[in-house]
């Protein structure tokens, strides 16, 4: 069965440091993954996917986030961080039929 | 990106009456919809998968007489909460997917709805 593991539940950083988010994935076929992030009072908005070629993906906003198979991860990376990137970060892997399944989210905060 | 809005943003009712979410795709057509379950602090819990012109297809343990899904048509899904009880207090969220290329789903802002 898919699932996806953010371990991570809080996160704080310093404005300015680099991060890293971490995603681990089960699923039984070639994943397709996905880094959402989600503000308050707005609709998840993606950062950046992965469905093959290119192991390091690049996103929106200075994110990327690679792909390593032998490890099932797919963590999040930026290596700056700005005050305007505090929200939560979820993880998803596609399955079968389009359908999503999603990590439990790491909230970010960022310390000025 | 395409725009996927949700209505109401957020309900009150009251327990036992029943309540209904609008999904809309505003720019393209979507055969195929989701809806999520967000509790608070948790994840996205795919609910169900709403297919135009068919029936719903519900994902283990959600009840199907009581989260009522409709798709009428190629832009808009329906979730109806029937006679809601204050366990179903969550923010739930649809998705549409755009098969055309680069075959994204979009997501809504949510609706809360709240069960007193």
């Known amino acids: 069965a898919q699932s996806v593991t953010q371990p991570d539940i809080h996160i704080t950083v310093s404005e300015g440091a680099s991060l890293e988010l971490r995603c681990n994935y089960s699923?039984?076929?070639?994943?397709?993954l996905f880094w959402y992030v989600q503000s308050p009072g707005q609709g998840l908005q993606l950062l950046l996917k992965?469905?093959?070629?290119?192991?390091l993906v690049q996103g929106i906003k200075g994110f990327e986030a690679e792909f390593k198979r032998s490890q099932s991860s797919f963590n999040l990376r930026k290596p700056s961080v700005h005050w305007s990137d505090a929200a939560e970060y979820f993880c998803?892997?596609?399955?079968?039929?389009?359908?999503?399944?999603f990590g439990s989210g790491t909230k970010l905060n960022v310390k000025p | 990106g395409a725009v996927v809005s949700q209505h109401p943003s957020w309900v009150i009712c009251k327990s036992g009456t029943s309540v209904k979410i609008e999904c809309r795709s505003l720019?393209?057509?979507?055969?195929?919809m989701f809806w999520y379950r967000q509790f608070p602090k948790q994840s996205l819990m795919l609910m169900a998968t709403?297919?135009?012109?068919?029936?719903?297809?519900?994902e283990q343990g959600v009840e199907k007489d009581k989260f009522l899904i409709n798709h009428a048509s190629l832009t808009l899904s329906t979730l109806t909460v029937t006679s809601a009880h204050p366990e179903d207090s969550s923010f739930y969220i649809c998705?549409?997917?755009?098969?055309?290329?680069?075959?994204?789903?979009?997501f809504g802002p949510g609706t809360r709805l709240t069960v007193t």
């Open positions: 998705s549409a997917y755009d098969d055309r290329e680069p075959y994204e789903q979009y």
């Open positions: 699923y039984g076929a070639t994943p397709y």
């Open positions: 992965y469905f093959s070629g290119d192991t």
């Open positions: 998803a892997v596609g399955g079968n039929f389009n359908k999503f399944y």
């Open positions: 720019d393209f057509q979507a055969t195929t």
């Open positions: 709403s297919n135009e012109g068919s029936k719903a297809t519900y």
